[in-house]
């Protein structure tokens, strides 16, 4: 995922409120097992028609459901959970694996594996989502004219969702995307994939609003998190990121009209063997022409660099950078205060800040 990085962490003024969407499944909710559907934890029988039965009947429920998929290993092609529902309250409880098809060629060109669309106040909680990429990854690097890849789980034009202790492994393309929601909680997830591995980006956000990403761990080789237009009011915190790309504010500016990106917070967050990344150009030349970037703080940030120019600000020329804080930042580079690069950026720096300011 190709994007402006911005490692950010704005200034308390920015901060927002956001009332989420709890489920607690209580006595009174109908319970539905992919077992009594016909799904077999063997890893080996396909049980993507129970998998969508147990939701047809929780959907069609007018109490709270509950989807329970026990321990096990359950192989699945795509499923789509259509909405929407006659209720406000579903579980998707994962206790054990669900394993895409080994061939990437069966949900290669579907674009989503688990896909969640038009649905009010669903929570999945816990077990493993296994996508097998490692097949298309070795397709796409020996250049054979291989399809995109299918993103793991999506939650599309959906309100009041929660992603609590998820793990994802190994997707195709995207781990997890965000697209067209509001007030999203995703919470306790661990995403990983091989470091090599092209556009598995962990969570993409895009066209969303509310969203929320706690107490996680993610490293795909690229962006942990990827940023896309439209979304705002964006909260991450306590995030340990890499190895990869960071958190990414992009692709921007694709389009001549184009929503924008605004109110994103990055707070206690940590980078580890993370890189800026630019495909088929050393500097990323011109990847910010038509897109305007202002008030953007960054705040205690401290680590060191693995290159001599840490902060790197190369605005455009016709929308410069306005209204950049840099407060309390210091990074080095081999021990030694490390360098800022500054083009049509303005600003402030204020607090002992190294590298040394060009703003």
């Given at each position: 995922m190709a994007g402006l990085q911005l490692p950010m962490i704005p200034h308390p003024i920015t901060l927002f409120f956001i009332v989420f969407f709890a489920f607690s499944p209580?006595?009174?909710?109908?319970?539905f097992s992919v077992l009594s559907y016909g799904a077999k934890p063997d890893g080996k029988t396909d049980s993507t028609k129970a998998?969508?039965?147990?939701?047809?009947?929780a959907c069609a429920s007018t109490q709270p459901a509950t989807i329970s998929v026990p321990k096990g290993s359950f192989s699945l092609g795509q499923v789509r959970f259509q909405g929407p529902c006659k209720n406000r309250a579903i579980l998707l409880r994962i206790d054990g694996t669900l394993v895409a098809p080994s061939d990437y060629?069966?949900?290669?060109?579907?674009?989503n594996w688990l896909i969640f669309e038009h649905v009010n106040g669903v929570t999945v909680s816990g077990g493993t989502l296994d996508g097998q990429g490692a097949g298309l990854w070795s397709c796409k690097n020996s250049g054979n004219g291989c399809p995109r890849g299918a993103?793991?789980?999506e939650f599309t034009n959906s309100n009041n969702i929660a992603i609590t202790g998820l793990a994802s492994l190994n997707s195709q393309l995207f781990h997890i995307v965000i697209n067209g929601c509001q007030n999203v909680k995703v919470q306790g997830v661990k995403v990983s994939a091989a470091g090599n591995s092209p556009n598995t980006d962990g969570i993409h956000v895009q066209s969303s609003t509310g969203v929320t990403i706690l107490n996680s761990r993610i490293g795909t080789g690229d962006d942990c998190v990827?940023?896309?237009?439209?979304?705002?009011?964006?909260?991450?915190?306590?995030?340990?990121c890499g190895p990869g790309h960071g958190i990414s504010i992009g692709?921007?500016?694709?389009?001549?009209?184009?929503?924008?990106?605004?109110?994103?917070?990055?707070?206690?967050?940590?980078?580890?063997?993370?890189q800026n990344y630019c495909p088929g150009e050393k500097n990323c030349p011109g990847q910010v022409s038509g897109?305007?970037?202002?008030?953007?703080?960054?705040?205690?940030?401290?680590?060191s660099s693995a290159t001599e120019v840490a902060v790197k600000f190369d605005c455009s020329k016709k929308y410069p950078?306005?209204?950049?804080?840099?407060?309390?930042?210091?990074?080095?580079?081999?021990?030694?205060?490390?360098?800022?690069?500054?083009?049509?950026?303005?600003?402030?720096?204020?607090?002992l800040v190294q590298p040394t300011s060009c703003l």
């Amino acid at each position: 995922m190709a994007g402006l990085q911005l490692p950010m962490i704005p200034h308390p003024i920015t901060l927002f409120f956001i009332v989420f969407f709890a489920f607690s499944p209580s006595a009174k909710a109908a319970q539905f097992s992919v077992l009594s559907y016909g799904a077999k934890p063997d890893g080996k029988t396909d049980s993507t028609k129970a998998f969508a039965a147990a939701w047809a009947h929780a959907c069609a429920s007018t109490q709270p459901a509950t989807i329970s998929v026990p321990k096990g290993s359950f192989s699945l092609g795509q499923v789509r959970f259509q909405g929407p529902c006659k209720n406000r309250a579903i579980l998707l409880r994962i206790d054990g694996t669900l394993v895409a098809p080994s061939d990437y060629k069966v949900i290669g060109n579907a674009k989503n594996w688990l896909i969640f669309e038009h649905v009010n106040g669903v929570t999945v909680s816990g077990g493993t989502l296994d996508g097998q990429g490692a097949g298309l990854w070795s397709c796409k690097n020996s250049g054979n004219g291989c399809p995109r890849g299918a993103t793991s789980l999506e939650f599309t034009n959906s309100n009041n969702i929660a992603i609590t202790g998820l793990a994802s492994l190994n997707s195709q393309l995207f781990h997890i995307v965000i697209n067209g929601c509001q007030n999203v909680k995703v919470q306790g997830v661990k995403v990983s994939a091989a470091g090599n591995s092209p556009n598995t980006d962990g969570i993409h956000v895009q066209s969303s609003t509310g969203v929320t990403i706690l107490n996680s761990r993610i490293g795909t080789g690229d962006d942990c998190v990827s940023i896309g237009p439209g979304t705002s009011s964006l909260w991450i915190e306590n995030v340990a990121c890499g190895p990869g790309h960071g958190i990414s504010i992009g692709s921007l500016g694709k389009e001549s009209q184009e929503a924008g990106v605004q109110n994103v917070t990055v707070k206690t967050a940590t980078f580890t063997e993370s890189q800026n990344y630019c495909p088929g150009e050393k500097n990323c030349p011109g990847q910010v022409s038509g897109v305007k970037i202002s008030d953007v703080t960054y705040q205690d940030i401290h680590g060191s660099s693995a290159t001599e120019v840490a902060v790197k600000f190369d605005c455009s020329k016709k929308y410069p950078c306005t209204g950049i804080k840099l407060e309390d930042v210091k990074l080095t580079y081999k021990n030694q205060p490390a360098e800022a690069s500054c083009s049509n950026a303005g600003g402030v720096a204020s607090g002992l800040v190294q590298p040394t300011s060009c703003l």
